[in-house]
């Protein structure tokens, strides 16, 4: 079955940077298009990032020009690199397969 594992998450200052994987398996991970989603305390998941199987990234505006989603077809790996964290980019995040498929997800906290 499809299984995808996110890693890399964990307590940051504001400024800071983390850089989050998700593993996949169980899928023509190169055919897929692959996105990072997020969800903070009380509030509704948010797409955070998309990458096509072609390579062609789409991003939130709130997160434009910090975030940077990538993939590595050879690793069946998708990457999100997150730099100048700000509080609000406090949340589990989330890693999605195709708009069908999702990973236990990952916590990423910005905090001084």
């Known amino acids: 079955q499809v299984q995808l594992v996110e890693s890399g998450g964990g307590l940051v200052q504001p400024g800071g940077s983390l850089r989050l994987s998700c593993a996949a398996s169980?899928?023509?991970?190169?055919?897929?298009?692959m996105n990072w989603y997020r969800q903070a305390p009380g509030k509704q998941r948010e797409l955070v990032a998309g990458i096509t199987s072609g390579g062609i990234t789409n991003y939130a505006d709130s997160v434009k020009d910090r975030f940077t989603i990538s993939r590595d077809n050879a690793k069946d790996t998708v990457y999100l690199q997150m730099n100048s964290l700000k509080p609000e980019d406090t949340a589990v995040y989330y890693c999605?397969?195709?708009?069908?498929?999702w990973g236990q997800g990952t916590q990423v906290t910005v905090s001084s």
């Open positions: 999605n397969a195709e708009f069908l498929y």
């Open positions: 169980g899928l023509r991970f190169s055919l897929y298009h």
